[in-house]
């Protein structure tokens, strides 16, 4: 496991020290994907934190959308490995231990 360590960040004018075993600049790739969906937002909204708040909400849904996405397909993928599992038991049974 790495050292944590100490990586600086600027969002939104403000920067903040983060503590962390992750590379610096996958923090900052981070940093500057919430920036940018903030500035999405800021069109519309001109108070930061709710732009923010709305950014986070946004980003949020993405991931709970993304993981229902892989639940299905692990899902089905189940079924499907079931589904062959089942034919090729009917085309070679097993041989029934002595």
């Keep these: 496991m790495a050292e944590p360590g100490r990586v600086e960040l600027a969002i939104l004018g403000q920067t903040l020290t983060v503590r962390t075993e992750a590379s610096p600049e996958h923090l900052r790739a981070l940093a500057a994907y919430l920036e940018d969906r903030v500035g999405e937002v800021r069109r519309a909204v001109r108070d930061p934190l709710a732009a923010l708040t709305l950014a986070a ?42």
Excluded: C, K
């Excluded at 079924?79 to 097993?94: F, I, S």
């Design 57 to 98: 909400l946004d980003i949020t849904d993405e991931l709970f959308r993304a993981r229902d996405r892989q639940t299905r397909d692990e899902d089905d993928v189940s079924r499907r490995l079931g589904a062959l599992v089942a034919l090729l038991e009917q085309l070679a049974p097993r041989e029934q231990a002595r």
